[in-house]
């Protein structure tokens, strides 16, 4: 069995296996961050950091940095997230090339998500740079906190963006899957407030809490609701021993459609149950709704699509289109006004130890990148 584990002939998977090294849980992206602003400044870009999402020595900020292009043509953005979801304590990355896929030798997570795609790009930012490869404007723009809640790219702005269209990297399956299709999300949060009081000897005095949480709960529709909409409490927490009337019970939950009037429906009528749970049990509630995400919806196509289906096809494969679930940066990009679509970057079975790509794909995702470059100056 063939295995490197660092310093491979192959300079992007080399390139790969740098990253991979380095541990960047979300709100630790500082050392990952120095790594890639050295290797970019060393091509004479002008790289900058936004504010750090989190406090301390650890702490980064979103990279940005422009190629300025030496071809008329469309500028674009290519965007990846440099934080990974953080792994078991004390697990470091051991990151392992063996016969051609590359993948973690300890309990840590490889990192491909989504340090693949941030390989691919600063890998093609160099060989545009040394090569002298014509293309037009590209900005990349490299964020942090993405793993807890889009923290990064929510803090971003498009201040001084001059791109027309995003491609972020940043979703699983074979190079040339386009993810156009993503739900809009937002958290409902209750805190019903109730009076404690003993369970036996005066439950009349009490108020619980607890009672009305399951009321609310009972009285939601949840799950999958509809072939586009869904719902989920995915915490309840309250109360302090068998004997006492809780006076205290939180619960958090969700909604996420591809329809933006389903889903403000929903969560209406989560709040109202909510409400109606809480005046059935004379308890108080504190209630906070947040947009996390919004959807985008590309599956009608145009021009965007078309580049990146073009490109799919100018390295010899063919390009699917896919609708996701979840929510990533792009949906915040696409709220910021840039209409930005995610591609798949060849990660396999990310958020587990078993994480991997194969090299072969990683190379399918550089080559993806300069096509997308090419079609921006053709455009
Ligand atoms: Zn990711």
């Known amino acids: 069995m063939r295995q490197e584990s660092i310093g491979s002939a192959d300079p992007l998977v080399s390139l790969f296996l740098e990253l991979a090294h380095i541990p960047s849980p979300p709100g630790q992206e500082r050392d990952v961050n ?13 790289v900058t950091e936004g504010e750090p999402i989190r406090e301390g020595k650890t702490g980064a900020g979103n990279l940005f940095c422009r190629i300025p292009g030496n071809a008329p043509g469309i500028p674009i953005l290519l965007s990846a997230h440099t934080d990974t979801v953080a792994s078991e304590p004390d697990a470091l990355p051991d990151p392992v090339l063996e ?11 490889l990192g491909a998500d989504d340090k693949s795609a941030v390989a691919a790009i600063v890998y093609c930012a160099e060989r545009i740079v040394k090569d002298d490869i014509p293309h037009a404007d590209v900005e990349i723009m490299l ?13 971003w702005s498009l201040d001084g963006v001059g791109s027309r269209y995003g491609f972020c990297f940043d979703s699983t399956g074979p190079v040339g899957n386009i993810i156009v299709r993503s739900p809009s999300q937002k958290t409902i949060k209750a805190l019903f407030k109730g009076k404690a009081a003993h369970a036996g000897v005066a439950p009349e005095e009490g108020r619980s809490a607890v009672a009305a949480a399951c009321n609310a709960i009972a009285g939601m529709k949840l799950g999958r609701l509809d072939e586009e909409t869904t719902a989920n409490i995915g915490l309840i927490r309250g109360g302090a021993a068998a004997n ?44 906070a709704v947040v947009e996390e995400f919004r959807a985008f919806d590309f599956s009608a196509g145009g ?26 940066d792009v949906n915040v990009l696409n709220l910021l006004g840039l209409p930005c679509i995610n591609m798949s970057t060849g990660m396999e079975k990310v958020h587990t130890p078993e994480e991997y790509i194969t090299v072969e794909a ?11 470059t090419a079609k921006a100056l053709e455009a």
């Not at 591809?258 to 749970?277: F, G, T």
């Not at 699509?305 to 996701?324: F, H, K, N, Y």
């Open 362 to 372: 990683l190379w399918q995702l550089h080559k993806l990148i300069l096509a997308l």
């Open 244 to 287: 006492v009337v809780p006076d205290r019970c939180r619960i958090n939950g969700e909604v996420r459609s591809h329809d933006l009037d389903k889903l403000e429906e929903q969560v209406e009528a989560m709040i109202d149950s909510i409400n109606m749970a809480a005046a059935g049990e004379e308890v108080d509630v504190e209630l």
């Open 143 to 155: 964020s942090v906190g993405e793993e807890s809640g889009l923290l990064g790219a929510k803090s």
């Open 34 to 46: 120095d790594f890639l602003i050295t290797r970019l400044r060393g091509l004479g870009l002008d």
């Open 99 to 109: 016969d051609g896929v590359l993948r973690s030798r300890s309990r840590a997570v």
């Open 303 to 328: 021009p965007q699509l078309d580049m990146a289906e073009q490109a799919v096809r100018d390295i010899g494969l063919e390009p699917l289109r896919g609708s996701t679930g979840g929510g990533s």
